[in-house]
Nanobody, 122 residues
Framework: QVQLVESGGGLAQPGGSLTLACVGS????????VGWYRQGRGKERDVVAR????????NYADSALGRFTISRNNAENTVYLQMNNLQPEDTAIYYC???????????????WGHGTRVTVSS
């Protein structure tokens, strides 16, 4: 059974930065696309950023462009989300998701983590 564990959330001030990490169990994780999603209070879960199995292709939601960077280290079974210039509207629970295959078009797949909470407030 796939396990995805997110970490790195917390409280940040507007303009601040946080780096989230998603660790996946099993070597198969490295052959799958991974995405970061977020869900704010009373909102639907939306995609933030996605990355292909080898990191060769990424894409971002408009709200994340220029501020967030998704990357992965397959040797460590980890996908990161570097978030800069955080704003209050970035406040949400952030989830990672493993795709069904190596392409970002396979996201979201069935495997979700439990999420990590990000709060941006002064």
């Amino acid at each position: 059974q796939v396990q995805l564990v997110e970490s790195g959330g917390g409280l940040a001030q507007p303009g601040g930065s946080l780096t989230l990490a998603c660790v996946g169990s099993g070597s198969i994780f490295n052959f799958k696309a991974v995405g970061w999603y977020r869900q704010g209070r009373g909102k639907e879960r939306d995609v933030v950023a996605r990355i292909s199995h080898n990191g060769g292709f990424t894409n971002y939601a408009d709200s994340a462009l220029g501020r967030f960077t998704i990357s992965r280290n397959n040797a460590e079974n980890t996908v990161y989300l570097q978030m800069n210039n955080l704003q209050p509207e970035d406040t949400a629970i952030y989830y990672c998701n493993r795709g069904r295959d190596s392409y970002i078009s396979s996201l979201p797949g069935d495997a979700w983590g439990h999420g990590t909470r990000v709060t941006v407030s002064s």
